[in-house]
């Protein structure tokens, strides 16, 4: 007997406490920061086929500052390909993105230099605390009458020393 009302004391608190602990959660301030470094996967080319034919693919970097208020600053964005070797620094200078602003970086379609392990690397800062930007690549390309397209996503990494 008192097992099972421990049992229902319990299944009480579950059903009163969780979606009050999931709301908490939902209504959390997204954090801010004042730098980072990203590292996003492109795609130069992809196989396809059984024997693995290349399908070459446009790589477009798109950096979007989403913060409404406070710019950030574009202080590198590198090229790397499969084996991590770098292919080209595709930033002469650092580069100031307004409130809501957005850049973007091209690879064409015939620079199979990448390979279909290629890489950015993004650096960035800001004066100010601000809403994470959004980093990713899109891929596009067509082979005969079959068109691809697809997109990935940035992460931020810490590079160790």
């Given at each position: 007997?008192?097992?099972?009302?421990?049992?229902?004391?319990?299944?009480?608190?579950?059903?009163?406490?969780?979606?009050?602990l999931?709301?908490?959660d939902s209504q959390a301030?997204?954090?801010?920061?004042?730098?980072?470094k990203v590292y996003v996967p492109a795609y130069s080319h992809i196989y396809a086929g059984n024997r693995e034919m290349q399908i070459l693919l446009t790589v477009t970097l798109s950096i979007r500052n989403t913060d409404p208020k406070y710019?950030?600053?574009i202080t590198a964005v590198d090229y790397y390909g499969t084996k991590g070797e770098p292919l080209s620094k595709l930033l002469n200078k650092p580069i100031i993105l307004g409130p809501l602003e957005s850049t973007h970086y091209i690879?064409?379609?015939?620079?199979?230099?990448?390979?279909?392990?290629?890489?950015?690397?993004?650096?960035?800062?800001?004066e100010k605390p601000i809403n994470q930007p959004i980093v990713e690549s899109v891929m596009i390309g067509a082979e005969g009458q079959q068109g691809i397209s697809f997109t990935s996503r940035g992460q931020a990494i810490t590079i160790s020393d």
């Open positions: 007997m008192r097992i099972m009302r421990r049992a229902f004391i319990i299944s009480v608190i579950l059903i009163v406490f969780t979606p009050l999931s709301f908490a301030t997204p954090p801010l920061f004042k730098g980072q710019p950030m600053t690879i064409p379609r015939d620079d199979k230099s990448g390979g279909s392990g290629a890489n950015f690397l993004v650096e960035w800062s800001s």
